[in-house]
């Protein structure tokens, strides 16, 4: 039926059908989805700051964090709302890099994503250690738009994507894991599209 429908439109687009978890439909444009509005950010009192079970905390300038090594990522991105955007493109600096800075502890098991305007989006430390992972400054080869997360965004592979915060300012690791906003409305703690963990229950 649905599933039926969805699959026939990835297909003739010409993408292998098992790249569309269930319950999604592949969407050629690039959505936008978010709580609250877009914030105002003022490149020259931005900071991002790291913090919680690490060695040494730091904040970085703007300056300082696009002083560090970048990479580039390709990945598939799926909103809880049922769209799917194949071979979106990000370029940004990789965990490990922050890593090297602020020497994460072993008790550093888990990661809050905290931006702008209070929203927070939490993640086991693994998932920001995956090759393609990045904080990320561009997107599609262009610096991200306001919309999307300018300056700086998460970016999670291998879950629903608003654990991909936008509007990036911190990342806190902890010990324990701690519910992130759409979390504490009841989605689900693990986000994997493929096994549709949409609802905690
Ligand atoms: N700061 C912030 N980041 C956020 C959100 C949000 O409400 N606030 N929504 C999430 C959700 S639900 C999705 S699907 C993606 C959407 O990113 P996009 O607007 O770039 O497509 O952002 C995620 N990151
Ligand atoms: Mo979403």
Redo the contacts with the bound molecule.
């Keep these: 039926m649905f599933r039926g429908r969805a699959e026939k439109k990835v297909i003739e687009a010409g993408y292998d059908p098992v790249r569309l978890p269930p319950g999604q439909y592949l969407t050629e444009k690039w959505p936008v ?1 978010h709580a609250g509005t877009i914030p105002d950010v003022d490149l020259a009192r931005w900071d991002l700051a790291v913090w919680g079970e690490v060695e040494n905390p730091i904040r970085l300038t703007w300056e300082d964090l696009n002083r560090l090594p970048k990479t580039q990522a390709r990945q598939d991105i799926h ?3 049922r769209w799917s955007r194949f071979d979106a493109t990000f370029e940004g600096v990789h965990w490990s890099e922050l890593a090297k800075l602020v020497g994460p502890r072993p008790s550093a098991r888990y990661v809050v994503a905290h931006a702008e305007q209070g929203f927070t989006s939490n993640v086991p430390i693994a998932s920001l250690g995956e090759p393609q992972a990045l904080l990320a400054t561009h997107a599609d080869g262009e610096p991200l738009a306001p919309e999307h997360g300018w300056p700086l965004r998460l970016v999670i592979p291998g879950k ?3 654990k991909s915060a936008k509007w990036l300012r911190g990342i806190e690791l902890s010990r324990v894991d701690k519910p992130g906003f759409w979390e504490r409305y009841g989605y689900h703690n693990d986000a994997d599209p493929f096994r549709e963990e949409r609802y905690a229950f």
Excluded: E, K, P, Q
């Design positions: 989805l909103c809880v709302t629903y994507f608003w």
